[in-house]
Each structure stands twice: as structure tokens, then as C-alpha cells.
């Protein structure tokens, strides 16, 4: 491992918190992806639009503790609140969500024009949401629910044409593998956890029992790794467990976050990255902003918003992972699906533009939106109508025909001085943001 990585990763795991700067973030999420990317990547890339899912123990206490708001991220409550094991472990006992419907959650993702789900199967606390042989604290054992809702999503996910996906965090509060930052019977600080002395190893074999299981059990197409700013997590331990996922199936895809260079793609976070990163990436974001339910958090992003960053990602040449988070009684809030719909109905209409896209041809930003491309089509997503009523396109093609992806509308065009002008009607026939195809003779000749 090189100084600067090493600076990076202490620097970043001594300061982070709920609030960690961007630049920190970026240093992290964003680093290089390794060479060795599975061949499976194609429908990954395609998809360019998935739901992530924060479900855990921490959505029965849903951001309040002993009466108390607790601030942050309501999946990092255990550490925020310092919540001593066994108060945190007999969450489990309340667990019951008896409301969960594997069909209509995997129906929501499909409604809003989602292509894969990504579920939190262990988040930090370390509670199991699959049926695992490896530890009893997990949701089928351990609940009054007693059942499995992995398998229950992989199947509807199979049954409705979505990929299944799971979230799996290295760094673990409940393991006795791992030890919390700052140890006390009543008020621990768990992040950033370090191995027990010697238990390295021992935990790298319960993680391998866990992700076998993911990908046997539930044929999990992407393992969403987080949590590897754990003091300890080391080169060696992630090279070894890159392999042996490999070993198993070599085609499951793998995000960065499994550290040290390794896995398929980088992932920024709550932050789209100006015109994209080279190399395949996906910005994962919240609706709200909190991952796991806060039942008092109701910063709600706009429907136009996101749609607006699905664009951007798109026209970086990324993929957007939205989240949603479910209640301990196993319902998406109702003001997440409302935005979902939305843009499932935007995507209905423009979804050409999105779905297997490729990036921008563009350096610069364009005054009045973002453009995705396709073999012999340049989409231009309009989201400022130009007051002008004229879309100018800085490049040197010619345009064989114009018009308007929602209705086939044909636009006239001339050209000038700083590219091609589109001539469009005086008012946006969508106020969010309206696409307009351009076909024209491949590649793309940009002025600027
Ligand atoms: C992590 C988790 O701590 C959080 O609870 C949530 O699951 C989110 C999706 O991921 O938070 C991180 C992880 C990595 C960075 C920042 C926050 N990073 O690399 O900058």
C-alpha cells in the first residue's frame, strides 16, 4: 500500500463521521477501480438506473433514542446514540415487519424505471437480513417474524425482470471479531471498529461463509461492499476475498468499496461528479437524507431534482442508485414511492435517452442541459428551456433530422457560427426536462 493511500485512509477513517467532507469522500469513493473487471458488466452498464435499500434493526428505533431526535444517518444510530450491545441487540425482538411485501417493493423499482435493487443484507450494526448458518443475530432467528425477505426479493426480483443485489459492510459493531473505537459498558463509540487481536482472519472466514451464502443462496449479481475504513482491513485480507468471490462466480460484479484498488467500480457518493470519471461509476444518493428510516427526517429532494441527477448520471456515463428506506413494519414511505412514480413516468416517456446511453460528447457544460448518445443519435435532455427558443450545439455535424423524443415532433435546424441550431416551440413541453434526438453521422465532432 502506498504512503499516500495509507494517509488517505487514516486521515479519512480518524475524521470521518456522518458529515466527512467531500473531498474526503471523493479521496475515498471515487479511487481507482481494478484492472481485473469481471466480464459480466454489460447489463450493469445498460441499466444506468437502481434502487438501493436501507432496511435493518435500526429502522425500529428510526432515528429517535430514549424519547430523543438522534442526529445523522438513522443506520449509524447504534454509534450516535451509543447504544451498549444488549440495549441494541433486543431491537431485534421488535422487529416484526409484518407489512413487507417482496412483490410490491421489487413493483415500486420496476414502476420507476429501475433495473436493479441493492439490499443492505448486513449494514454496520451487523444484524443479518438473510438466513445465514454463520451467526444467530440475523432476521429469520432472531425476529418474531421469523422470516427470510432476501430470498422472498431475490425471487420477485427473478419473477419481474430485475438483478438482485446486495449491500455487505466489512466493518462490523456487533461481531466479537471487531473491537468499537472506544470501549464502555454505557456509552460505546463504535466506528471506526478494529480486529480483536489475532481475529483477522477468523472474521475474513465469516464474512466468505456470508458472501457464499449471498451468492448460492441468492444468487446475488453485485456485492455492494462498504465499511472498509475499519483499522486493520488490509490489502491482503481484500485480495483474498476478492478471489475467493471470484472463485465462486467470477461474473458477480463488485463495487470499490471493498478497498485496495479492487472491484469493478467507483462509487461517489450523495455527489454526481461533473460530467463523469473515466472508468464505470455509480452515485448512490438518498431521497431524503438519511439512509436508513428517520421517522422525523423530511427533507424531501424534488421529483424534478432527481430526475435532473438520473440525467447528469446518465450523461457522465454513470449509474444512479436511489435509496429508499423502509419502516420496521416493511413499507417504503409513501412520500419515496410518490417520487419514484414520478420518475417512472418520466422514464416512460424518455427512457431511449437513458437506458444503455452512452456519455456526453461534450467537455464543457451546456447552458441548457445534458446529452446522452447512441450509435448515429445524439439526445440533448433539455431541463432550462432556452429563452431564446434555440438550442445551439457545439459541434461540427450536420443534423439529419431533429424532433422531439415524447411525441416525434420534427424541429428545424440551421447552421451557425458555434455549431448547429435547433429551433425549438416557444414553451417546454416538459417543464422538467424535455429530450430532443438528433440524428446524425457518428462520432459526435464537438466544437468545444
Ligand atoms: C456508508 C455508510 O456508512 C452509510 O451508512 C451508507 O450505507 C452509505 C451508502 O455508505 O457511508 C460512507 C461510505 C463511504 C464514504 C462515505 C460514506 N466514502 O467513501 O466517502
Known sequence: MSVKRLLVITIFSVTFAIFAPTSLRLAVAAGPVHKMHTANMKWWKAARFGMFIHWGLYSVPAGVWHGKRVPGYGEWIKNNAHIPNREYNALAKKFDPVDFNAEQWVKIAREAGMKYIVITSKHHEGFCMFNTKATHFNIVQDTPWHKDPLAMLSAACRAQGIKFCTYYSIMDWHSRDQLPAHASATHPTYNPTHFAPGRAVAYLHYME??????????????????????????????????????????????????????????????????????????????????????????????????????????????????????????????????????????????????????????????????????????????????RSHTLVVPMRNTITKAYLLADGKKLKTAKGPDGQSVYLPSAAPDPVATVIVLKIADPVRPLR
Not at 216 to 238: E, R, S, V
Open 209 to 386: 461463509r456470508q458472501i457464499h451464502e449471498l451468492i448460492t443462496q441468492y444468487h446475488t449479481h453485485l456485492i455492494w461492499f462498504d465499511g472498509g475504513w475499519m483499522h486493520g482491513w488490509n490489502k491482503p485480507l481484500a485480495r483474498d476475498l476478492y478471489h475467493y468471490i471470484r472463485s465462486i462466480d467470477p461474473t458477480v460484479i463488485l463495487n470499490n468499496r471493498i478497498g485496495f484498488g479492487y472491484g469493478d467500480y467507483a462509487t461517489p457518493e450523495q455527489h454526481i461528479p461533473p460530467r463523469g470519471i473515466p472508468g464505470p461509476w455509480e452515485t448512490c444518493m438518498t431521497i431524503n437524507t438519511t439512509w436508513g428510516y428517520v421517522s422525523w427526517n423530511h427533507k424531501w429532494k424534488s421529483s424534478a431534482l432527481l430526475i435532473h441527477h438520473l440525467i447528469e448520471c446518465a450523461s457522465g456515463g454513470g449509474n444512479f442508485l436511489l435509496n429508499v428506506g423502509p419502516t420496521a413494519k416493511g413499507i417504503i414511505p409513501q412520500p419515496e414511492v410518490k417520487r419514484l412514480l414520478a420518475i417512472g413516468k418520466w422514464l416512460k416517456v424518455n427512457g431511449q435517452a437513458i437506458y444503455g446511453s452512452h456519455r456526453t460528447p461534450f467537455d464543457g457544460k451546456l447552458s441548457y442541459g445534458y446529452a446522452t448518445q447512441k450509435p448515429g443519435r445524439l439526445f440533448i435532455e433539455v431541463t432550462k428551456w432556452p
